[in-house]
């Protein structure tokens, strides 16, 4: 559902006036939801979205910094996220720990999250509390301070992290082993969490540098949505923002991923009773033209009891025990994945032939116009039903502005997903759901090694 | 790595207190939304609440029978009666059913928790038709057809082997079994693999005869409806559901835990290891509720416990770990849970039984008290925002019998609490010498330390059921 564009950088550029876009989000057969987004770009670049909505006298506060595992190297692996950790551990005006402490004494939540392209901190507090909000953010966006002993007790945390997430959950595994095959040159090679030797090598120093390049602020975006007044939004902003000077520009990715010249295979051997698989299909970068008929095909295949795959792996067949399937659309041509689990007594060989035929079906013959139209409708209610809470509201706009450099973005979106023919659906699945482009990663149930042997 | 890697907080120290924090003032005219209840003729209580913002609509039909209710031997019918009311009615196909509430981009689906048993529909208002009548007809008129049953027991089944490839769940299965014996809240909500194959179509029939009755159901609609419709449209599809008497169960008392009773499962690839402990705590309608939340969210109940504080930021041992009280109608556990490196399983152990010692020995300071009331007053209308959280509340309540004043109350009965009585209900509800430990680990890496607890006894981690 993403857009790659060029990446706003507005430094310099005088504060805008406030301009409101009333858009509404679908036409007439698409219902009637529509939003109001501000845009405001101070003089040291950073860029404020602001979403009114009095529904509910809460707030939610996020910002949007434009860095993710993308941006490291070898050897920094992991480095966004473990920044992300290190920025709950002081700042000048708020003492190691004080952050989340503050915040839930005010009746609010917070936390924050790294991804590959972006790394996003956010609270959800009562709406009297925006000021709070703005005061802490900007505190720590200004002045992080981080002793050598909390770096130190928090890289064990992090390692901890990635014990749990990756070394010890088979999917985790999976999907690592998956992401390290997939992407050869291009930085989504490795997972956001880092490879543990780099955690462990990671310095003190290593991690000052990143926040220094990364977190400036023409290289972020804060979104506010909920219950507040605009204006007096912006008078917080101004008064925590405007002393922040702004960088030069961060460097941007250039690697470009080399086109894969025929399947991929790696096999997990893990103690486990059932065997499971993940395909992944390189797809282009969101907004591309190729990723709407993309998306209505994983409507189609995958979603809901109705849908090809679930039919024929789980309710004919009875190979499966769950399938899942998705286009991650990403800043960078991104990945179309599916995780199949076997069902006793059957195999993932037969698991796979299954899929693949259910995919080649999609390539030999246009799905009929119910069908487009259910992938149409299932597209409309998902977008729908993602706005019903402030922090929805604040990611969507937050992650188009961020990853597509434009929130407007958005707002273009049913128009894109209604144009869809049924050619289109066989044209991008012939061209990207193909063997030759594809890479598979199996799970090997090993048995435990008998006792005292 | 699709799975976003959030980030656990945590947080502590002295506090500079940059901004006032016990005055949320914003959350003091909080209104609730106004509720229009209705009873049918057969008993089915009707509530609705418009919700205005977005044009969606959610159903939400409780049954209060939940797993709870599982017969001896049959622990999973509660679960499986409910999933299988989508795979076929008198009048729709299971693949019929999917296809139309899958054509509107809609959901629908059907779970049992302990206490009561939920059919949920979630669809665009401009479906609402739609959705009212697949709701309508599978809770009226399933056809739990052998061929069905069969195809649902077996991926059950399998996808119950698969999930306990996953140390996070078989830490909880085997906690919960550890715990209470004989007692229903021992089983897996989905059941074990010998319960499901014992279970069959007179099992399904009998449960869904005896529990799925008007007088033993709300049905709750939440979104952007007018409630005089909803009313008309809900009795004219719901007043042929009869009613019925239904039976009452009665539940084995869970063993008495003493000392120290440590369970090891082996899974001889795991490098961390999962952590499970606790004993019986207390239901829901428990009149020590308002302290035990605060008492609770101090030591463990959120990213600025003292468990926190402790295990993670100070010792580095834990990327997350959480206390809390389960409350059923029948007395849940009380659990602390974390995961850690093999090699310091013990440390974290010894260091979160020791803040329950703390805990209850020293109680907690006004400080804490303050900030955790000033949490859940101010918090309190963040929990509204959504109408499947507006339902959710509001079901709460009278799944549980809390009285309608309950969520008028809610933080006035938050906010009297005294010091007085957390130390009390900390003295009186937690205890940490008679405790069950479960850990789910490499059980080379770990027996010998555990050891150092008491005797631990080593079950392959295929053995469990």
């Known amino acids: 559902m993403f857009r790659t564009g060029p990446i706003r950088k507005s430094v310099g550029s005088k504060l805008l006036f406030p301009i409101f876009l009333t858009i509404f989000l679908f036409s007439s057969s698409w219902g009637e939801v529509f939003f109001e987004v501000g845009k405001h770009v101070l003089d040291n670049g950073l860029t404020v979205l602001t979403v009114e909505d009095h529904s509910t006298p809460a707030i939610s506060y996020q910002v949007w910094y434009h860095v993710g595992s993308k941006n490291e190297r070898p050897g920094l692996t992991g480095i966004s ?42 609270e959800n507090l009562p709406s009297d509390k925006l000021d709070l909000a703005a005061f802490l953010e900007s505190d720590r966006q200004r002045s992080l301070s981080i002793s050598q002993e909390s770096f130190d007790s928090e890289k064990e945390v992090v390692k901890e992290e990635r014990r749990w997430r990756t070394d010890n959950d088979l999917y985790g595994a999976m999907f690592e082993q998956l992401q ?21 090598a990671i310095t003190l120093e290593d991690v000052r540098e990143h926040y220094e390049r990364y977190y400036a602020p023409n290289n972020a975006t804060v979104v506010i949505s909920g219950d507040f007044k ?27 991923e080399p086109e894969q010249l025929g399947e991929r295979r790696a096999d997990v051997h893990k103690i486990a009773q059932l065997p499971s698989f993940i395909v992944g299909y390189h797809i282009p970068e969101g907004g591309h033209p190729d990723i709407y008929p993309l998306e209505v095909a994983a409507r189609i295949l995958f979603t809901g009891q109705s849908s090809h795959v679930y039919q024929r792996l789980i309710y004919q067949d009875q190979i499966a025990t769950f399938v899942d399937g998705a286009a991650l659309t990403i800043e960078d041509p991104g990945l179309f994945y599916i995780l199949v689990g076997i069902q006793s007594g059957h195999t993932t060989e037969e698991g796979e032939k299954a899929l693949y035929e259910e995919i080649d079906k999609l390539k030999s013959e246009p799905v009929t116009e119910k069908e487009l139209q259910k992938a149409k409708n299932q597209l ?23 990853i597509l450099g434009d929130y407007s973005i958005m707002f273009e979106e049913p128009a894109k997903y209604q144009a869809v023919t049924a050619e ?18 199996t799970l090997i149930p090993e048995s435990p090694p008998e006792p005292g042997t | 790595m699709t799975k976003r890697t959030h980030k656990i907080i945590v947080a502590l120290l002295a506090l500079t207190l940059l ?16 509720i229009k209840s209705k009873t049918l003729s057969n008993g089915l209580e009707v509530l609705v609440i418009e919700h205005h913002e977005l044009p969606v609509v959610a159903f939400r039909l409780v049954l209060k029978t939940g797993a709870a209710y599982d017969p001896e031997g049959k622990a999973g019918l509660a679960n499986l009666t409910a999933d299988l009311l989508r795979k076929g009615t008198k009048n729709r196909s299971a693949t019929e059913i999917a296809e139309a509430i899958d054509f509107v981009g809609g959901s629908l689906s059907a779970g049992a928790n302990r206490d009561a048993t939920f059919v949920t529909c979630k669809v665009l208002e401009k479906y609402f038709d739609t959705g009212l009548d697949l709701l309508a007809d599978v809770v009226l008129n399933p056809a739990f057809a052998e061929e069905e049953i069969d195809r649902l027991k077996g991926q059950t089944v399998s996808s119950l082997i698969q999930q306990k490839d996953d140390p996070n769940v078989v830490v909880r299965w085997e906690f919960n079994r550890q715990l209470f014996g004989e007692h229903p809240f021992a089983n897996p909500l989905v059941g ?52 019925g008497g239904f039976p009452k169960a009665s539940f084995p008392s869970p063993p008495p835990v003493s000392g120290y009773r440590i369970l090891l499962v082996d899974k001889p690839d795991l490098t961390q290891s999962n952590i499970k402990f606790g004993h019986l705590g207390v239901d829901r309608s428990n009149p020590d509720y308002f302290p035990l939340v605060l008492m609770n969210y101090i030591l463990g109940g959120s990213f600025v416990s003292r468990l926190v504080n402790v295990v993670r930021v100070e010792k580095g041992l834990t990327y997350g770990i959480w206390s809390w009280f389960e409350m059923n109608k029948q007395p849940g556990a009380f659990a602390v849970t974390t995961f850690t490196r093999n090699d310091s399983a013990l440390k974290a152990i010894e260091a979160s039984v020791q803040e329950l010692r703390r805990i209850r020995e020293g109680g907690v300071t006004e400080e804490e008290l303050k900030e955790a009331k000033s949490f859940y007053r101010g918090y309190f209308p963040l929990r509204f925002e959504t109408p499947e959280q507006i339902a959710t509340r509001i079901l709460e309540t009278k799944i549980y019998g809390l009285g309608k004043n309950y969520l008028r109350d809610y933080r006035k009965n938050m906010d009297k609490v005294t010091i007085e009585e957390v130390n009390r209900v900390a003295r009186k509800y937690i205890g940490p010498d008679n405790l069950v430990f479960v850990v789910v680990s490499k059980a080379e890496d770990v027996k010998s330390d555990l050891e150092k607890l008491g ?9 469990i059921e």
């Not at chain 1, 289109?424 to 990663?441: A, F, G, I, Q, S």
């Not at chain 2, 901004?19 to 106004?34: M, Y």
């Open chain 1, 380 to 402: 409309e209610a998902e977008f729908i039903f993602d706005l019903e809470s402030n922090s929805d509201k604040g990611e969507w706009v937050g992650y188009y502005e961020t």
């Open chain 2, 19 to 34: 901004f006032n924090l016990g005055a949320t003032e914003a959350g003091e005219e909080i209104k609730l939304p106004p």
């Open chain 1, 81 to 122: 996220h473990f920044l992300e950790h290190l920025m709950f551990k002081g700042s000048e005006n708020v003492k190691a720990e004080e952050h989340s402490k503050i915040i839930q004494a005010n009746g609010g939540v917070d936390n924050a999250w790294t991804w590959l392209d972006n790394t996003t901190y956010w």
């Open chain 1, 424 to 441: 289109d659906v066989v044209r991008v699945c012939k061209r990207y759901l193909d063997k030759k482009n594809r890479t598979v990663v």
């Open chain 2, 455 to 463: 005797p631990v006894e080593v079950v392959p981690y295929t053995a």
């Open chain 1, 180 to 200: 390290n095959l997939l992407w050869v040159a291009h930085p989504y090679h490795w997972e956001v969490i880092g490879f543990m030797s780099d955690i462990e």
């Open chain 1, 230 to 256: 605009t204006e007096e939004a912006l008078n917080v902003i101004h008064k925590y923002y405007d002393d922040m000077p702004s960088q030069p520009p961060p460097p941007s990715v250039t690697t470009v």
């Open chain 2, 192 to 243: 074990t693999v010998k319960s499901l194959e014992s279970l069959n179509q007179d099992d399904i029939a009998r449960f869904y005869k005896s529990f799925y009755r008007p007088n033993n159901a709300i049905l709750c609609v939440v979104g952007d409806v007018k409630s005089k419709d909803v009313f008309k449209k809900v009795s004219r599809r719901f007043s042929v559901w009869k009613k």
